[in-house]
T-cell receptor, first 116, second 112 residues
Framework: AQKVTQAQTEISVVEKEDVTLDCVYE???????LFWYKQPPSGELVFLIR??????QNEISGRYSWNFQKSTSSFNFTITASQVVDSAVYFC?????????????FGAGTRLFVKA | SQTIHQWPATLVQPVGSPLSLECTVE??????LYWYRQAAGRGLQLLFY??????ISSEVPQNLSASRPQDRQFILSSKKLLLSDSGFYLC???????????FGQGTRLTVV
């Protein structure tokens, strides 16, 4: 069965600190997709990244980086030199191929506070 | 470019009243459409998805229904609201299954 665990409910950091948001997933499918979304206080979810199960390359986009490790079923997200504007709830999500890719399961989210 | 519109932004409805939330997508054809609900402090729960006009799949038994009367229009409805229907409702679209989803601004529904 699909499952996404974001064990960190809330994280508080001071501006310019690096922070890593953890995501552990469970799936029996060999083909699946992983996502990260950001939900700022306005409420709208913003897509950050998509990874398929065959692409374990880490990715860097500006201050954001993602570490995908199939061996530990983890897809962690690191923000380098955090800024106040990074304060938001971040969701990790999983979509399995054997369910047609329609049933995207979201983790409970990690609320990040970045203090000036 | 593609955009998604969802309205209203907030809604306060009495128990037992009907509900209709509307979502429209612009700039794309034959999108997959989704309705999610987010309870306070929780993750998103998929309620319905649609791969085409008139095609609706329900993920959880509930007091709500969905319809897709046009290619880029998705409607969430209820005949009689319950207190437990309160929450933040998000509409989303994707170009295909397994692709990233793009979300509307959400509707905060309070049933009183």
């Amino acid at each position: 069965a699909q499952k996404v665990t974001q064990a960190q409910t809330e994280i508080s950091v001071v501006e310019k600190e690096d922070v890593t948001l953890d995501c552990v997933y469970e799936t029996r499918d060999t083909t699946y997709y992983l996502f990260w979304y950001k939900q700022p206080p306005s409420g709208e979810l913003v897509f950050l990244i998509r990874r398929n199960s065959f692409d374990e390359q880490n990715e860097i986009s500006g201050r954001y980086s993602w570490n995908f490790q199939k061996s530990t079923s983890s897809f962690n997200f690191t923000i380098t030199a955090s800024q106040v504007v990074d304060s938001a709830v971040y969701f990790c999500a999983l979509s399995e191929s054997n369910t047609g890719g329609f049933k995207t399961i979201f983790g409970a989210g990690t609320r990040l506070f970045v203090k000036a | 470019s593609q955009t998604i519109h969802q309205w209203p932004a907030t809604l306060v409805q009495p128990v037992g009243s009907p509900l209709s939330l509307e979502c429209t997508v612009e700039g794309t054809s034959n999108p997959n459409l989704y309705w999610y609900r987010q309870a306070a402090g929780r993750g998103l729960q998929l309620l319905f998805y649609s791969v085409g006009i008139g095609q609706i799949s329900s993920e959880v038994p509930q007091n709500l229904s969905a319809s897709r009367p046009q290619d880029r229009q998705f409607i969430l409805s209820s005949k009689k609201l319950l207190l437990s229907d309160s929450g933040f409702y998000l509409c989303a679209w994707s170009v295909r299954s397994g692709a990233e989803a793009f979300f509307g601004q959400g509707t905060r529904l309070t049933v009183v």
